[in-house]
């Protein structure tokens, strides 16, 4: 319990920490004048209509940075950059349907979110309402892509979709003929891949920026799941010929901890796991016993706690589509209840099965940032029943399910 004791505090110290990480920033004024600094980071995937720009990573003393004072706020890096826009946005709510299939409109100067630059650049806007996308060209300004959803009288979602009409006014190329066009749906994935087909025909590079803005360092993921053991006696006595129990499953919930060692890309993390299993298993096998072949019942029942620390990286498919490798570390404390237990005509053994230091690497993947699958092996050997005659190898498949709250 000491050892779940010391995980928890590191966390809670983790915590602490991640309220005062701010990422290296710049801003560029009405004037043109670039201030470099820091903002403060930020799991918010909507566009921000204001950010508050500090000079350190010290103090509280911020400035706060809108579209009417800043035409340009970006990462130092330069993977992420807003713009400045006075332009139009969509008042539609994607989430709340109505029949009028009438595109709503106002004029306003608000942030973007670049996402490609070149001869023609691409670029975002997402509130809590919806997500527009917009584009322009070399001779061009900005321009909303329009997009709708409405509810038909019969209670059937339809689509809006004029934007392809906009594509097509401002990025015509013979690499996007009609039959791309036809294809290429309202999301950022396509839309890209069109901005880079005209870029590609007027021989122009396409920057991509990344849309992972400035996460939190920290964030927690729920996760439940089923443990596939399998135990196996290494005789360390003459009578014990030894034994194979088939696996069985377990129950497994818990959470993870995550702490950001990258908080721009988000590559390394470290992790902290805590979860609890249970299980049993009865199963009939044979025994060598002093040159006999008896049958045997052997069976164990098990509840524990793991507490891990270890670390992540994620590799990158897609913005949307990660897979994380990872290696914890840690204990397996096991409760009073997680006893084993083997009967045969020479010797009756009921034994607790003891507290187990595990090396659990794992793999996942996770869409979105929220939804994610992780599969995790352990494995260990208890030695507490070397007087009875053998150790027990115990090795468990873990596949859970998880969801990141924050």
Request: hydrophobic share 35%.
């Amino acid at each position: 319990m000491k050892k779940i004791l010391c995980v928890c505090i590191c966390l809670i110290t983790l915590v602490a920490n991640s309220q005062t990480q701010r990422i290296p920033a710049y801003v560029i004024d009405t004037e043109g004048v670039k201030t470099q600094g820091f903002i403060n980071s930020s799991t918010n995937y909507k566009t921000p209509s204001a950010i508050n720009f500090y000079s350190s990573t010290e103090g509280n003393e911020s400035v706060k940075i809108t579209p009417q004072n800043a035409r340009e706020v970006g990462l130092t890096n330069g993977d992420v950059k807003l713009i400045s826009s006075a332009t139009t946005i969509d008042l539609s709510n994607d989430e709340v349907l109505t029949n009028s299939s009438e595109i709503r409109t106002r004029e306003s100067t608000i942030f973007l979110r670049q996402i490609i630059q070149g001869k023609a650049d691409l670029y975002l806007h997402s509130n809590e309402n919806n997500t527009r996308y917009y584009i322009k060209n070399d001779t061009s300004s900005i321009v909303l892509l329009p997009f709708k959803k409405y509810m038909t009288t019969d209670n059937v979602v339809k689509n809006v979709a004029t934007y392809r009409a906009i594509l097509n006014e401002y990025l015509k190329c013979n690499k996007n003929d009609f039959k791309v066009l036809s294809e290429t749906s309202y999301n950022e994935n396509d839309l890209k891949d069109y901005i880079q087909r005209y870029n590609d025909c007027q021989g122009s590079n396409s920057k991509i920026f990344k849309q992972r803005f400035n996460f939190k360092p920290f964030s927690a993921t729920a996760m439940a799941g089923v443990g596939f053991s399998y135990a196996n006696l290494d005789p360390t006595a003459d009578r014990f010929d030894g034994f194979d129990d088939p696996s069985n499953t377990a129950l497994r919930v818990g959470g993870i901890a995550e702490f950001s060692l990258d908080r721009i890309n988000y590559t390394w993390s470290i992790i902290g796991e805590l979860f609890y299993t249970a299980g049993s298993s009865t199963e009939l096998s044979q025994e060598q016993i002093d040159g006999n072949v008896s049958g045997k019942i052997t069976s164990f029942e098990y509840q524990s706690i793991d507490a891990m620390l270890g670390a992540r990286t994620y590799l990158y498919a897609n913005d949307k589509l990660s897979i994380f490798p990872g290696l914890s570390v840690g204990y397996k404390v096991s409760s009073g209840d997680s006893k084993i237990y083997a009967i045969d005509p020479s010797v009756n053994i009921v034994s607790d099965i003891s507290n187990q230091f595990v090396v659990q690497p794992s793999v996942g993947i996770e869409f979105n940032r929220k939804v994610s699958a992780v599969a995790q092996y352990q494995f260990y050997t208890d030695t507490s029943f070397r007087n009875f005659g053998f150790d027990i190898n115990l090795s468990t498949f873990n596949v859970m399910v998880g969801y990141r709250l924050f």
